[in-house]
């Protein structure tokens, strides 16, 4: 079982900055893939980034590409997502996510990660 709490969400106004953290615990964090989503009010979750454990594969959304960075530090368990240039329109619940048995290419599907945070809210501000 895996424990993955976000942190990082708020207010922001357009074109702002915010770095979300989502901190795992449990078991064995370094060989998860692990994913960003978010989740607007209406709207179907949406897959935001993912990274595999060795760091070597980095994959975006297309709404996302070019503000967004993930990163993860395995010593300390911990993925991060840079969001740069914030719109209205990023205005969601971002959820931390991880799949324990992908071969390491990150999904952008929801149905493939195993384990996820009670999300975290962000709202951009026009």
Known sequence: QVQL???GGGLVQAGGSLRLSCAASGRTFTRYVMGWFRQAPGKER???S???WSRTSQYY?????G????SRDNAKNTVYLQMNSL????????YCAADEHSGGFPS???DDYDYWGQGTQVTVSS
Request: glycine letters at 6%; charged letters at 30%; a negative charge.
């Open 5 to 7: 709490v976000e942190s």
């Open 50 to 52: 993912g990274m595999s």
């Open 67 to 70: 503000r967004a960075t993930i």
């Open 87 to 94: 719109k209205p329109e990023d205005t969601a619940v971002y």
């Open 108 to 110: 952008r599907s929801a």
């Open 46 to 48: 949406e897959f935001v």
């Open 61 to 65: 959304g297309d709404s996302v590409k």
